[in-house]
């Protein structure tokens, strides 16, 4: 059966829809006929699902000749014009994906690259999103709903790379009780993502290129050609093209990989997406730990947006995580780890006009608010403290706060409650 002619125009999006619907109602009336023999139902049932994945496959080669016919058009759109583009061409992403101009571009090569069976290189910094990118790539291809497999390349010792990539033999080493299936075997059909590709070592890159070159494996002890139809996507947070001239990436598997090469920035290139994803991990972490989102304090959220996050989107996710579990309502500086909590201002002593402080003078006016804020929070504590004759939980209930967050707040300004007890003792034996 034809369903379409090369030369005439190409199917709406409407009748490929209706299509499907018809191949589905087909199945099922299939599926539960009386007046049929068994094998006779089973070999309709295999024709219609094969011509239902030939009818998907069409729609992908048709979204992918509507991509490339209006190339031109992102050229003088807005970023978020470009994103809004993205999702009207039925492009799937997460909602994550921000509107920085350097990573629209890389989501619309991969549009491109999506229907293709071509090999994709993802290179950037480590925390980036490179698997999340490559997860994108999949379900936007013809093998959506085809196996999706991820090696690590670097958490796989040498001695066992052959044997996780490609399978093995009974008895090929010791151990080998079973044969064993391999990760490119599993992701037959479909697609295999080799993270951190610039850790494997060159005899796994010999074997790697075979894979790539002749689209067949030979399992650890075996002789026998297998032959698998896998789409790569791998990814680095290297400079393959640097190590293939210091020799250790092989040149020739580096311009198999990147046919289409994709570039991720690093989040202190994308502050646009800082509050989005800021709130997506929030709504993440309040699912895991069973509670309401988190509130974040001015000066926390201040901060999230001018931190240098070296670690990138993986470093933000754990920050929310953790400040949503340490927190109660409402999470504060106090909640970030040591290591990267700004530093309090030291005491102001005003000599005229100048104030002289014991630490260095901020370098923003972010800085200089945050060290204020400090200092009137330590004397608002030492204040409460007096009155109350240093009981923290009579200041909790006063102030109408946690009582462990006000502890952890006496403990960021190293004050001590036992202090004003006694001094609070000292005035009431002087009383007459």
């Not at 191949?23 to 007046?35: H, V």
């Not at 796994?204 to 896998?230: F, N, W």
Request: aromatic fraction near 6%.
């Amino acid at each position: 059966m034809k369903l379409f002619s090369q030369g005439g125009p190409v199917a709406s999006a409407i009748s490929y829809a209706g299509l499907i619907e018809k191949i589905e109602i087909l199945r099922s009336t299939l599926r539960w006929s009386s007046k049929l023999d068994r094998p006779e139902i089973d070999r309709l049932l295999k024709q219609a699902t094969t011509l239902r994945d030939e009818v998907m496959q069409l729609s992908h080669k048709e979204r992918f000749v509507q991509a490339a016919a209006a190339e031109t058009e992102p050229l003088e759109q807005s970023p978020r014009q470009r994103r809004e583009a993205l999702l009207k061409r039925s492009f799937i992403f997460e909602g994550t994906f921000g509107d920085n101009p350097k990573l629209l571009e890389a989501l619309e090569i991969a549009e491109k690259a999506a229907p293709t069976d071509l090999p994709v290189l993802i290179d950037g910094e480590s925390g980036t999103g490179k698997e999340l990118m490559a997860k994108v790539i999949h379900a936007n291809g013809a093998r959506t709903d085809k196996p999706f497999i991820s090696v690590n390349c670097g958490a796989i010792p040498d001695n066992l790379i052959e044997s996780e990539l490609f399978g093995h033999k009974r008895g090929a080493f010791t151990g080998a009780s079973n044969d064993r299936k391999g990760k490119f075997e599993s992701a037959h059909t479909g697609t295999i993502f080799l993270d951190e590709i610039g850790e494997l070592p060159l005899p796994g890159q010999v074997k790697l290129l075979r894979v790539l070159e002749a689209h067949e494996i030979q399992r650890v002890g075996s002789d026998e050609a297998i032959g698998v139809d896998t789409r790569i996507v791998a990814a680095t947070n290297k400079d393959l093209r640097r190590m293939s001239r210091e020799g250790t990436f092989r040149e020739d598997l580096f311009y198999r990989l990147s046919v289409i090469h994709v570039t991720l920035p690093p989040l202190r290139e994308r502050r646009d997406e800082i509050a989005l994803l800021v709130a997506y991990f929030s709504d993440e972490a309040a699912g895991a730990l069973k509670r309401r989102p988190v509130t974040l304090t001015p000066r926390l959220r201040d901060f999230l947006m001018t931190y240098a996050f070296p670690g990138n989107i993986r470093e933000l996710r754990n920050l929310i995580y953790r400040v949503s579990c340490l927190a109660g309502d409402t999470a504060d500086l106090i909640h970030l780890p040591q290591d990267i909590r700004p530093r309090p201002a030291g005491p102001v002593v005003v000599a005229g006009e100048a104030a002289v402080t014991g630490a260095a003078s901020p370098a923003s006016l972010s800085e200089a608010k945050r060290a204020a804020s400090d200092e009137a929070e330590r004397a608002f504590l030492e204040r409460g403290l007096q009155e109350v004759g240093g009981t923290v939980a009579e200041l909790a209930r006063r102030c109408d706060m946690n009582r462990s967050h006000l502890q952890m707040l006496l403990k960021k300004h190293g004050i001590h409650s036992k202090d004003f007890r006694v001094h609070h003792s000292a005035e009431v034996v002087k009383e007459p």
